[in-house]
């Protein structure tokens, strides 16, 4: 395994943070290490100083998105934190169901990963409204950081490991079966609208409000100011009436926030 120094570790935590705000406190400096060794070796670099001179040089973004991969943690599943998806339904679908007079429905997945949050929403969106779904205009973005899990999450395959905890009347409705795994039908597919976007913009470039958006357990990465930061953003990127969904590890200082505490995880925009 490779060494890193104090001043090489510094050099890289700094740039990351600028760049995607995730917080490399000293003490992961193991954790860099271990995560990134392997693609040191396959970059044939010899020292993290090296790998940082070619970091900065990264134009497209590309290698950046790779230590993304490496650094973070992309576990996600299929209705995970389940109780979210039960709110959903039994409040927040029969509010806008009744608010939204245009239909414009709109929701964002602000950390997609590879695509099980935001297929979710799709499925529980058609389970929902049913043959009415056609009287409206979804749109169902899905972001992220990292260009690797956005290209897994456009696929939609899956292998059978990741399908099997899915209700089997959605497997019918909204799976291809193969030898391989699933893959999520076109009709499905064809409404999440997948972009990478880094919640560090300083100013979110949507043009219009958001009625739901799911951002959960990003925030964990984040640094004080970070945090506050990205969340006055989703605020004013909610329509009034709207909900923010965070992961259950999370948590928003309501103290310096407008957002109102609805129950754990999830806030309103008021």
Request: proline share 3%; net charge positive.
């Amino acid at each position: 395994m490779k060494k890193i120094t104090d001043g090489e570790f510094t050099q890289l935590a700094k740039y990351i943070k600028s760049h995607t705000g995730i917080n490399l406190k000293p003490e992961k400096k193991t954790l860099l290490i271990g995560r990134l060794t392997s693609l040191l070796d396959e970059l044939n670099m010899q020292s993290f100083g090296d790998f940082y001179d070619h970091l900065v040089k990264d134009n497209d973004g590309a290698l950046l998105s790779r230590v993304i991969d490496r650094i973070t943690t992309n576990h996600t599943y299929f209705m995970r934190e389940k109780e979210h998806f039960d709110y959903l339904v039994d409040q927040v679908f029969p509010y806008l169901q009744t608010s939204v007079h245009n239909r414009d429905l709109r929701i964002w997945c602000a950390a997609s990963s590879t695509g099980e949050e935001p297929y979710t929403l799709a499925m529980l969106l058609e389970d929902y409204f049913g043959k009415s779904i056609v009287k409206w205009d979804k749109k169902l973005l899905a972001t992220d950081i990292s260009l690797d899990v956005l290209s897994k999450a456009k696929e939609g395959f899956y292998i059978k490991e990741k399908v099997d905890a899915v209700p089997k009347l959605w497997r019918l409705n909204y799976f291809e079966r193969f030898e391989e795994g699933y893959k999520i039908k076109p009709n499905i597919r064809n409404q999440v609208i997948y972009r990478r976007f880094n919640l560090l913009e300083p100013r979110f470039p949507f043009k219009g409000k958001f009625h739901v958006i799911f951002c959960r357990n990003v925030l964990i990465y984040f640094d004080g100011p970070t945090k506050k930061a990205v969340i006055e953003k989703m605020y004013n990127a909610l329509e009034y009436g709207g909900y923010l969904f965070i992961g259950h590890s999370e948590s928003i200082d309501r103290n310096h926030s407008k957002f109102k505490y609805v129950k754990p995880a999830v806030y309103r925009k008021v």
